[in-house]
């Protein structure tokens, strides 16, 4: 709707001071024409736009010029106040800093919307823990949250994979760019003295973290939400692959392509209840183990390997279960 498009123009305004034609035309996915008339439009009912020209121009509106329209939509309302519950407000102990800055929010609503927002605080909330025990958060996490927020060096004690539980690990200084929440784990993608590109370091991983007086400075183009898509991207790209042929019961089918860590290359029409198929496991061991999960319900075709490890892996379930044993 043109009256919805006008007032995202005048907020992104509001944001940014200054943009072309060109960039509101993408960004609300119209025509520059279109962006043309908005403008007239915006301009002949009283908002002082003004157009500058040259390679830096675009419409400006004034700093002093700020309008009073909050342009929230219920969704958006909703969305606001389930931020509240988010555990990642949670774990970065902004939860007062939230709930206050709702407030004021909510308080320059009209009636009307703050009686919906108080339906969604009352009526729905978000629990992000899992159901196996209590959720534990890294004691240093507050340190890596102030190592980013001010550009400070911090040092770390970081234990590896393969690493054993009681041992100590050297220390090491990093320039920590940001903070990534995902799931119920946090990492942060940090810079290495002499090391080109970034590391992910788990946070629930540290050993030990401090920091330091020396400061930093992240470049300003860096964009931390395209860095983790790439490098998620990259280390899916990297995992070890293990192809196999498998058939699964056509009631399980569902359940086996939502398996986190299988991929199905490609499938046969459902013949007797089975449905077969090539897929991509990661390892022999995690797909027979996968496999296993199934019972009955799943079969490996190929290769002969993982035939001959489910059947030993079976004969050792059976030998424990087995009339020999409970004789």
């Known amino acids: 709707m043109r009256a919805d498009r006008l007032l995202a123009i005048l907020l992104y305004l509001q944001a940014h001071g200054q943009a072309t034609a060109r960039e509101l035309a993408e960004r609300l996915e119209v025509s520059e024409r279109t962006i043309q008339r908005d403008m007239e439009a915006l301009c002949a009912s009283g908002i002082p736009l003004h157009a500058v020209r040259g390679a830096r121009g675009g419409w400006v509106l004034p700093e002093s010029y700020r309008s009073r329209l909050t342009g929230l939509t219920t969704g958006e309302i909703r969305a606001l106040t389930m931020l ?5 407000v949670r774990d970065l102990t902004l939860g007062a800093d939230a709930a206050g800055a709702l407030a004021k929010l909510l308080s320059a609503l009209p009636a009307d919307k703050r ?61 920590p760019w940001g903070l990534v929440a995902k799931s119920q784990a946090w990492y942060f993608a940090a810079e290495n003295e002499g090391e080109e590109e970034l590391r992910t370091y788990r946070v629930s991983r540290l050993q030990a973290a401090e920091l330091t007086g020396t400061t930093f400075e ?6 931390l939400a395209a860095w983790w898509e790439q490098s998620t991207r990259s280390f899916r790209e990297r995992l070890p692959r293990y192809p196999a042929a498998v058939r699964i019961r056509e009631n399980e089918w569902e359940r086996f392509c939502k398996e986190i860590y299988v991929n199905v290359g490609s499938s046969q029409t459902p013949t007797g209840g089975w449905i077969e198929a090539k897929v991509d496991f990661h390892t022999l061991e995690s797909a027979r183990d996968l496999l296993l999960g199934y019972g009955a319900s799943a079969e490996a075709l190929a290769p002969e390997a993982l035939r001959e490890a489910m059947l030993q892996t079976a004969g050792e379930i059976l030998s424990l279960y087995g009339p020999s044993r409970l004789a």
């Open 84 to 88: 509240q519950a988010s555990s990642v």
């Open 218 to 223: 992240v470049p300003a183009d860096f964009d």
């Open 115 to 175: 009686a919906e927002a108080e339906f969604a605080r009352r009526h729905l909330h978000i629990d992000g823990a899992g159901w196996h025990g209590e959720r534990t958060q890294s004691p240093w996490l507050q340190t890596v949250q102030q190592a980013v927020w001010e550009g400070r060096v911090l040092r770390i004690r970081y234990a590896s994979v393969r690493q054993a539980p009681n041992e100590e690990t050297p220390w090491r200084e990093v320039r």
